[in-house]
């Protein structure tokens, strides 16, 4: 069965204290890994996608890298509008069901 | 305006009632998704289709059923609600991906707050 692990379930940071959020899985051929960031009382909204191991993707103050067990969501010097729970998905390769699972989440806080 | 509405945003109802949650979208894509999010538990697929005469289910679709009115128009209903089903509902959307059937980027609603009571 796919699973998703994200960890740390919660992180509080300082503004400019530079971390990562780690997305595990186990999936049955990998065919896509996805982060979402989720603000309270919102919808996800996407980040990025990562097909394959080794691929880095950026978007201003985040970086998502992908391995072949994990993918880790960089944050450089966090600002307090980074605060948000951040969602990471993997979609399996199971023919035509769109199998995506996602992970609980890292719930980031970011302290002015 | 949003580009991924649905209604209502908030509904409480009692054990056994007929509910039905709307979500409208223009940004002119055929697939659409309906999704429940639980403390502790992530989102999980409930149906989803790929166009007008595409319905498919997803892991969790026991107790539920959907319609697709249009390709705007997907709406999801509960046809005898129990207090089990209280989460967030999440309709999303996402055009075709690079590949085939590829998962491309969904795009997400504001969410339903459904309570059974």
């Known amino acids: 069965e796919d699973q998703v692990t994200q960890s740390p379930e919660a992180l509080r940071l300082q503004e400019g204290e530079s971390s990562s959020l780690n997305c595990s899985y186990t999936v049955s051929g990998l065919r896509g890994l996805f982060w979402y960031r989720q603000d309270p009382g919102k919808g996800p909204e996407f980040l990025f996608t990562?097909?394959?191991a080794g691929e880095e993707k950026e978007k201003e103050r985040l970086k998502a890298t992908l391995t072949k067990k994990e993918s880790f969501l960089h944050i450089t010097a966090p600002k307090p509008e980074d605060s948000a729970t951040y969602l990471c998905a993997v979609q399996a390769r199971s023919g035509g069901y769109q199998k995506v699972t996602f992970g609980i989440g890292t719930k980031l806080q970011v302290i002015p | 305006d949003a580009d991924v509405t649905q209604t209502p945003r908030n509904r409480i109802t009692k054990t056994g009632k007929r509910i039905m949650l709307e979500c409208s979208q223009t940004?002119?894509?055929?697939?659409m998704y309906w999704y429940r999010q639980d403390p502790g538990l992530g989102l999980r697929l409930i149906y989803y289709?790929?166009?007008?005469?595409?319905?498919n289910k997803g892991e969790i679709s026991d107790g539920y059923s959907v319609s697709r009115q249009a390709q705007a128009k997907f709406s999801l209903s509960l046809e005898s609600a129990i207090p089990n089903q209280t989460a967030l509902y999440f309709c999303?959307?996402?055009?075709?991906?690079?590949?085939?059937?590829?998962?491309?980027?969904?795009?997400f609603g504001p969410g339903t707050r459904l309570t059974v009571l």
């Open positions: 999303a959307t996402s055009d075709l991906g690079t590949s085939g059937d590829a998962y491309n980027e969904q795009f």
């Open positions: 289709s790929f166009d007008v005469k595409d319905i």
């Open positions: 940004k002119g894509h055929d697939r």
């Open positions: 990562l097909y394959s």
